[in-house]
T-cell receptor, first 114, second 115 residues
Framework: DQQVKQNSPSLSVQEGRISILNCDYT??????FLWYKKYPAEGPTFLIS?????DKNEDGRFTVFLNKSAKHLSLHIVPSQPGDSAVYFCAASTTGGGADGLTFGKGTHLIIQP | ETGVTQTPRHLVMGMTNKKSLKCEQH?????MYWYKQSAKKPLELMFVYSLEERVENNSVPSRFSPECPNSSHLFLHLHTLQPEDSALYLCASSQDLRGAREKLFFGSGTQLSVL
């Protein structure tokens, strides 16, 4: 059973508008969440993260929101740019889960239309 | 070179072949990982090494055999694979095991096709 779920395989957004990517998790022990971005023929790269003691973290055009009661997090990209077209992976970890690394979702393919 | 480098980028092999994937990290990290990404599936952790010792093996079939000769190099030896093993194999590193929960650095991956 998937512990980290990204229910939208793809998302199309017009350039300049807001992109919202969603992620749900089932394991209440997760306390650290990350978003990775992946271009074709490249490995995933770290984008932004959030600890469970916070409900928001912002870095430039990227903001991650965490709703612990709903076990839901979202990544907002504003304004969306063509270079944002990529696959975005949500990932989560637990405090004692160092050796397990991260638990990833299946990814959402974001397409920014001009 | 910087970051995490994987070779080859693409590999096609028959089910009776033996091949190896190579990963090298230039970040001075102490932990290295093999992940598998199959179509429409999440990234799956296969192996974890910390200071050249294996600390995690997520029930991976024995036809996959990892090797970590030092903290900068990681290999994945492949033999008698099945077509369902076709996938993107990603190597990653982190400062240490604790760093894995915060940030991994990935290579570009090896796209493997088993015929």
């Amino acid at each position: 059973d998937q512990q980290v779920k990204q229910n939208s395989p793809s998302l199309s957004v017009q350039e300049g508008r807001i992109s919202i990517l969603n992620c749900d998790y089932t394991n209440s022990m997760f306390d650290y969440f990350l978003w990775y971005k992946k271009y074709p023929a490249e490995g995933p790269t770290f984008l932004i993260s959030i600890s469970s003691i916070k409900d928001k973290n912002e870095d430039g055009r990227f903001t991650v929101f965490l709703n612990k009661s709903a076990k839901h997090l979202s990544l907002h990209i504003v304004p969306s740019q063509p270079g944002d077209s990529a696959v975005y992976f949500c990932a989560a970890s637990t405090t004692g889960g160092g050796a397990d690394g991260l638990t990833f979702g299946k990814g959402t393919h974001l397409i920014i239309q001009p | 070179e910087t970051g995490v480098t994987q070779t080859p980028r693409h590999l096609v092999m028959g089910m009776t072949n033996k091949k190896s994937l190579k990963c090298e990290q230039h970040l001075g990290h102490n932990a290295m990982y093999w992940y598998k990404q199959s179509a429409k599936k999440p990234l799956e952790l296969m192996f974890v090494y910390s200071l050249e010792e294996r600390v995690e093996n997520n029930s991976v079939p024995s036809r996959f055999s990892p090797e970590c000769p030092n903290s900068s190099h990681l290999f994945l030896h492949l033999h008698t694979l099945q077509p369902e093993d076709s996938a993107l194999y990603l190597c990653a590193s982190s400062q240490d095991l604790r760093g894995a929960r915060e940030k991994l650095f990935f290579g570009s991956g090896t796209q493997l096709s088993v015929l």
